[in-house]
């Protein structure tokens, strides 16, 4: 990670449904490096990162303090995630595929295999989740990976399973 780029800089968390090879993931990272050295925004060169995480995350930021990300830029991103997607077959936009830490691993399920993790108590308040819905460099840094227990995805459970009970 740019350890220069301020702590207010713009970040955007893709996390593919399956894990990369070693292999893949060295091809992927590289991308990511080509795609930032070449990111503009209204003709200019946005000062950003771009990285691999956990064989599964791929984390952009930007400081917009110099060139705001919008329309044309983020439309280019979202392409590159889009055609990483495709080279790599996998999703990076499935919103409801939870990741969480098993064992020093990254794993995930969707939703309804997440809330039985819970309910049987495989997934518990210490497990650590990740929050792909930071938006700051700072926020990423201090909130991406958390406690079950500290998480949005806590309530959300909590608040099916009750209603759940009462049908």
Not at 9 to 23: A, D, L, M, R
Not at 51 to 60: C, E, G, H, P, Q
Not at 122 to 128: E, F, G, L, Q, R
Request: contains cysteine.
């Amino acid at each position: 990670m740019n350890n220069l780029l301020p702590s207010h800089s713009k970040v955007w968390v893709y996390q593919s449904v399956k894990p990369f090879s070693e292999t893949e993931t060295q091809i992927i990272s590289e991308k990511v490096k080509q795609f930032v050295r070449q990111w503009t925004a209204h003709k200019e060169q946005v000062t950003g990162d771009g990285f691999v995480l956990y064989n599964r995350f791929v984390i952009l930021m930007a400081d917009e303090s110099q060139v705001g990300v919008s329309g044309c830029s983020m439309d280019a991103s979202v392409h590159f995630i889009k055609g990483l997607a495709s080279e790599f077959n996998t999703d990076f936009f499935d919103r409801w595929n939870i990741a969480y830490m098993e064992n020093d691993n990254v794993v995930s399920c969707n939703r309804a295999e997440f809330e039985k993790l819970v309910d049987t108590g495989k997934v518990h308040d210490d497990t650590i989740v990740f929050n792909n819905l930071v938006q700051t460099k700072k926020n990423f840094e201090t909130n991406w990976k958390v406690p079950y227990a500290k998480s949005w995805l806590k309530n959300l459970v909590q608040t099916h399973t009750a209603f759940s009970s009462v049908l």
